[in-house]
T-cell receptor, first 116, second 109 residues
Framework: GAVVSQHPSWVICKSGTSVKIECRSL??????MFWYRQFPKQSLMLMAT?????????EQGVEKDKFLINHASLTLSTLTVTSAHPEDSSFYIC????????????FGPGTRLTVT | EDQVTQSPEALRLQEGESSSLNCSYT??????LFWYRQDPGKGPEFLFT???AGEEKEKERLKATLTKKESFLHITAPKPEDSATYLC??????????FGKGTKLTVNP
């Protein structure tokens, strides 16, 4: 149980284009989903927290207009990187928590974004 | 500000050689301390949650313990398939997880 999927697993795009990454909880309803970014040999850095039907809460230093997050249902959240630049190249990972009774976050397999 | 420091950064063991990984933390109102395993190019895989000092949890060759200032992940008789990066994270007053940089474990056959 507690399986989270991400799509795509990797993507290459040209500078200036937008990329959408999907995060789905497959066997549970996720009241809260989180988006992280991980650079090589670095730890996971939280970008934003999203609750179903609400606006996402972004961490300090994360551009809201660049990283658009939509949490339209209890099983799906999307992250859109708008006008991507090479410095946006990174490993993006989502996580989901089943509900208020559990603090455990279950992570997706990650999406490798390369902007050329 | 919640902080997590993991040591060592990297650890090489021979198969069967037991050892421990350390996670030191400062947090305002600990909700939980989490251990994850991360393989290269993959998302973190949940291992344990510890909620209060003195708590211990075991899973196969892994055992996690918790004090008020640190947590240890003990690995008994490791096998090559235990090679991975082990991440520690704390959750304080909010739902946010604050991660350490991880310990990269290599177990040689």
């Amino acid at each position: 149980g507690a399986v989270v999927s991400q799509h795509p697993s990797w993507v290459i795009c040209k500078s200036g284009t937008s990329v959408k990454i999907e995060c789905r909880s497959l066997d549970f309803q996720a009241t809260t989903m989180f988006w992280y970014r991980q650079f090589p040999k670095q730890s996971l850095m939280l970008m934003a927290t999203s609750n179903e039907g609400s606006k996402a809460t972004y961490e300090q230093g994360v551009e809201k207009d660049k990283f658009l997050i939509n949490h339209a249902s209890l099983t799906l959240s999307t992250l859109t990187v708008t006008s991507a630049h090479p410095e946006d190249s990174s490993f993006y990972i989502c996580s989901a928590t089943p509900g208020s009774s559990s603090y455990e976050q279950y992570f997706g397999p990650g999406t490798r974004l390369t902007v050329t | 500000e919640d902080q997590v420091t993991q040591s060592p950064e990297a650890l090489r063991l021979q198969e069967g050689e037991s050892s421990s990984l350390n996670c030191s933390y400062t947090v305002s109102g600990l909700r939980g301390l989490f251990w994850y395993r991360q393989d290269p190019g993959k998302g973190p895989e949940f291992l344990f949650t510890l909620y209060s000092a003195g708590e211990e949890k075991e899973k196969e060759r892994l055992k996690a313990t918790l004090t008020k200032k640190e947590s240890f992940l003990h690995i008994t008789a490791p096998k090559p398939e235990d090679s991975a990066t082990y991440l520690c994270a704390v959750q304080g007053g909010s739902e946010k997880l604050v991660f350490g940089k991880g310990t990269k474990l290599t177990v040689n056959p």
